[in-house]
């Protein structure tokens, strides 16, 4: 004969007890590991930088400029062309190459203007990088862009 097992209010308040545990313990565990992989803020004061927006905003699209990466064989190509799509030269150029969700890989390479593309030589793993460029115009103009760049494995 088999004993009849009854829920009880204390059996129940054990499994919801148990059910949201698992779920508070989940949430901690993602929401600690959201803040440790964070890379950042991207502006101090995000009030003062949007004061200007609009007007660097403007200027950088006169330029006209296309921005594309790519990186193969130990190389990360950065090219910048103009309206009519030819190579761009800069007054300068500087750009932080990073994964998109942590700063742990930030690196800051010497790109340099080969006449079609500026290189610089980075060895990089797959996935998902980032490169975060200021260049300056002839003209003085600011351009500030962020390139997305897949590299496949």
């Known amino acids: 004969m088999t004993a009849q097992r009854t829920l009880t209010g204390k059996h129940a308040l054990m499994i919801f007890g148990s059910f949201f ?3 508070i313990t989940v949430n901690l565990a993602l929401a600690v590991s959201a803040v440790r992989t964070f890379p950042g803020l991207e502006v101090k004061n995000s009030y003062v930088a949007s004061q200007n927006f609009d007007a660097r905003r403007t200027a950088q699209e006169s330029l006209g400029w296309t921005v594309r ?17 030819a190579p761009v030269q800069v007054g300068s150029l500087s750009a932080t190459l990073g994964r998109a969700t942590s700063t742990r890989d ?3 390479p010497q790109f ?3 006449g079609h593309a500026y290189v610089a030589r980075e060895t ?11 260049a300056t115009a002839l003209d003085g103009t600011l351009f500030e862009q962020r390139v997305i760049l897949h590299v496949k494995r």
Not at 69 to 78: P, Q
Not at 125 to 131: E, H, T, V, Y
């Open 21 to 23: 545990g698992v779920i």
């Open 112 to 114: 340099a203007f080969d």
């Open 106 to 108: 930030d690196r800051e």
């Open 124 to 134: 990089l793993g797959p996935g998902n990088w980032n490169i975060r460029m200021k």
């Open 69 to 85: 990466a790519d990186a193969t064989g130990g190389l990360v190509m950065l090219q910048i062309t103009d309206a009519a799509g």
